[in-house]
Nanobody, 116 residues
């Protein structure tokens, strides 16, 4: 059974950087597409960044040029480097893995709060 555990969130000021980590267990991530999503209070969960197992990436327009998704297959970990954080980036960030056959795995989420 796949398990995803996020870490790295916190309370920060505008303009600083954070790096989120997502460690997977129960499978080897190098065969799967993975991504980061976020959900702010009162909003739907939205895609932030995704990365396929072949290295193709996709970013939400709101984070392009500021966020970078990467993965370390040897550590079974995917990262989200977030630079120049803004108050509108405040949300719970979730790690996602596309398992195929319409199935996805999700982590429990990590809170990111950016104060102005």
């Amino acid at each position: 059974q796949v398990q995803l555990v996020e870490s790295g969130g916190g309370l920060v000021q505008t303009g600083v950087s954070l790096r989120l980590s997502c460690v997977a267990s129960g499978l080897t991530i190098r065969f799967y597409a993975m991504g980061w999503y976020r959900q702010a209070p009162g909003n739907q969960r939205e895609m932030v960044a995704t990365r396929t197992n072949s290295g193709s990436t996709n970013y939400a327009d709101s984070v392009k040029g500021r966020f970078t998704i990467s993965r370390d297959n040897a550590k079974n970990t995917v990262y989200l480097q977030m630079n120049s954080l803004k108050p509108e980036d405040t949300a719970v960030y979730y790690c996602n893995i596309v398992l195929g056959w319409g199935k996805n795995g999700w982590g429990q989420g990590t809170q990111v709060t950016v104060s102005s």
